[in-house]
């Protein structure tokens, strides 16, 4: 008997008494693929095949974003090829550590955001001053987008072992 799916029934039947209102159970093979960016810096990515060729794209490393869920397994090498070009160009930047570091700290502001919600009273007027910071943020970051020449692509190249 596999351990995993032992472990797996028994949360089932724990969310299943917690209300679950759905448990879908997959069958799927998940991958994690990393690559080092000349810097050092590792970019990770984590995806799920399904038994019905379902694919679903996550971005775990330098900081985790959703990708969301994909055709095929050409559209996955495509987003991730793509992705690493950015990244790789990006990373010649001076600015290129700073750039992570408020993108990780967009990630840590979700969560903390949540955790805000979840165990706190907040109250309207606290919430609308919040609603009219992230709005002033959100302008600001497609005004930039506006005034900013984009980033000159370099090709992606495989990395030489």
């Not at 724990?14 to 448990?23: D, E, F």
């Not at 600015?95 to 502001?109: H, I, M, T, Y």
Request: proline share 3%.
């Amino acid at each position: 008997m596999n351990k995993n799916t032992v472990i797996g029934d028994i949360v089932d039947l724990k969310l299943g008494q917690m209300g679950a209102t759905q448990i879908t159970k997959l069958r799927s093979h998940m991958y994690i693929v990393d690559f080092t960016l000349e810097n050092g810096m590792k970019i990770s990515y984590v995806f799920n095949i399904t038994k019905h060729d379902k694919y679903f794209l996550q971005r775990m490393r330098p900081y985790a974003m959703v990708q969301g869920k994909y055709a095929d397994t050409k559209e996955i090498t495509k987003f991730i090829k793509e992705d690493l070009r950015r990244f790789r160009t990006a990373e010649h930047s001076t600015n290129f550590e700073e750039f992570v570091d408020v993108s990780r700290k967009g990630v840590q502001l979700s969560q903390e955001l949540e955790n805000l919600f979840l165990n706190y009273n907040v109250d309207k007027a606290t919430l609308d001053e919040m609603q009219g910071t992230l709005n002033r943020m959100m302008w600001h970051l497609e005004q930039l987008k506006n005034q900013l020449p984009p980033v000159e692509p370099q090709p992606c190249q495989k990395k030489e072992s």
